[in-house]
């Protein structure tokens, strides 16, 4: 089982679909999850792999990069 899978399942007994996901990673094992989602985001200081496979990077995990994103797409002030 991997992260992609888990959230599959996840995501299906809550009834939502995995277009309507946003997920974060920064390593390897976060690559195939951030692909399936719709919308994948790496932190800047994550592995050029998942870099490369994201929908859009945002700030290092130390520069608060998930929240970033988070408060963007929540619409918080």
């Known amino acids: 089982a991997n992260k992609a899978a ?20 920064d390593d390897t094992n976060d690559i195939e999850m951030l692909q399936e989602c719709g919308l994948g985001v790496a932190v800047a200081n994550a592995a050029d792999e998942v870099k490369q496979v994201a929908d ?10 998930v929240a970033i994103v988070l408060e963007r797409l929540l619409c918080l002030p």
Request: avoid cysteine; charge should be negative; hydrophobic fraction near 55%.
């Open 56 to 65: 859009e990077i945002t700030a290092t995990n130390d520069e608060d990069g």
């Open 6 to 25: 888990a959230l599959a399942v996840l995501m299906a007994d809550w009834g939502v679909p995995l277009a309507q996901v946003v997920a974060f990673g």
